[in-house]
């Protein structure tokens, strides 16, 4: 008998479409790998599901709060079904961007200097010299990310306003200028380095990153070896200081600009990276010789307990 396999997407995050296009993706591919799947939209009644079905193991698609962020990794291992990517304690720490900084810098990751401030001090004054980046401390696909550029007399008023919906605290970083890479690792081996280029010429935000043709995909990004293999290098360090399992995906910046630092350093990890057809992680899994099924396949046949 074929392995039965939940695919848990959707949920109720701001990310919930880009989940439903993950595991939509993913549930077809593993359907054509010969498995048993039954496609779950994840909602407060998924214990009882979950208990219902009994599958063999569990793909998580989901993103953002509660799919991410250690909640459903929880259920899971109570539940005892196993399940992919990242556990509990790992999915928790990465999901919080300035705890999670703390333990890459304690493995000799650079990261961005920043602090985490109230949002409502944020949009008095600001909290460090322009230019800088105001972000979520624990959201995904750059929801509610702000770039405030140099010379901005006034910190963006959103940030006081209450349609403003990602949390009282924000991570405030310095901006690092220069090139948007991003490394996935695959178990214990780094994958290769795409350099993101958004197709309007802006920054990689919500739209560049889920929109057909929204960014440009540079694989192998065009980088000197050594600069190449220190992205790996650093990806797969941060991966494994914050206990991460299975599929991750680092995101960094590279300021290679004239006059520029030269600085390299790890934004954040991404412990459920986006699976859909625009997404990254395939691209790169596909330079690496991998069918999108067999690579979907590979991440069921890891899924576990205790992770």
Not at 40 to 62: C, H, K, M, Q, Y
Not at 227 to 249: N, P, W
Request: charged share 20%; with cysteine.
């Amino acid at each position: 008998m074929s392995k039965h396999v939940a695919v848990l997407m959707g949920g109720t995050s701001s990310e919930r479409e880009v989940s439903l296009n993950s595991g939509t993706a993913c549930a077809d591919a593993l359907e054509g790998e010969g498995y048993r799947v039954t496609r779950v939209d994840v909602g407060a009644d998924i214990a009882s599901v979950l208990t219902e079905l009994r599958p063999d193991a569990a793909f998580n698609a989901l993103h953002g709060p509660a799919g991410e962020d250690g909640t459903i990794q929880g259920l899971l291992e109570i539940l005892r079904i196993p399940y992919t990517h990242s556990g509990v304690l790992a999915s928790a720490l990465a999901m919080h961007k300035e705890r999670a900084k703390v333990v890459m810098r304690a493995a000799g990751v650079s990261v961005p200097e920043g602090l985490v401030v109230n949002r409502h001090d944020a949009a008095k004054s600001h909290p460090i010299a322009p230019p800088y980046v105001v972000k979520p401390v624990s959201e995904g696909s750059s929801m509610g990310v702000i770039i405030v550029r140099d010379g901005r007399s006034h910190p963006p008023q959103i940030l006081a306003s209450d349609e403003w919906a990602f949390g009282e605290e924000v991570l405030v970083e310095k901006y690092v200028a220069g090139r948007e890479l991003t490394c996935a690792v695959m178990g214990d081996r780094a994958l290769g380095v795409i350099e993101i280029k958004a197709a309007s010429g802006g920054w990689y935000d919500y739209d560049a990153k889920y929109a057909p043709g929204g960014s440009i995909h540079v694989l192998p990004a065009e980088l000197k070896p050594n600069v190449y293999q220190r992205v790996q290098e650093l990806s797969l360090t941060a991966h494994q200081a914050l206990g991460c399992r299975g599929v991750s995906r680092a995101d960094l910046r590279y300021d290679d600009t004239p006059g520029g630092t030269g600085a390299l350093v790890v934004l954040e990890v991404n412990t459920q990276p986006g699976m859909t057809q625009t997404s990254l992680v395939p691209d790169m899994a596909a330079h690496a010789g991998y069918r999108f099924g067999e690579f979907v396949r590979w991440m069921v046949e890891d899924a576990s307990l205790g992770r």
